[in-house]
């Protein structure tokens, strides 16, 4: 027979488990479209015409707006599991700043 205490025990331990897995789900997503966002931009790099240039932007500022949010939700799900510095997200995924084209 399970005692009362290691029941409670298994369950917080499945809490803190999924916690840190949506937490992990969160920075991938974030990863995910900041990737996205690099491809837009180096795609812009090249040799366009006006019109290919112009659908090239559109992409890029959805995919700039997709990255903001994505950002913001990590953001949400650390405050969430008690991560209240967000410093270390700063660094490593500061928001993307407007390319001086938009």
């Given at each position: 027979m399970i005692r009362r205490g290691e029941g409670v025990r298994r369950v917080e331990n499945e809490i803190r488990a999924e916690k840190a897995a949506a937490l992990g789900r969160a920075g991938e997503r974030l990863e995910a479209a900041l990737s996205e966002l690099r491809d837009a931009a180096r795609a812009l790099e090249q040799p366009l015409d006006e019109g290919r240039?112009?659908?090239?932007?559109?992409?890029?500022?959805?995919?700039?707006?997709?990255?903001?949010?994505?950002r913001l939700y990590l953001l949400i799900q650390r405050e969430a599991v008690g991560l209240r510095s967000h410093r270390v997200v700063d660094q490593q995924f500061p928001e993307p700043a407007p390319p001086p084209w938009l």
């Open positions: 240039r112009a659908e090239l932007r559109a992409a890029y500022r959805a995919a700039r707006e997709r990255a903001r949010i994505a």
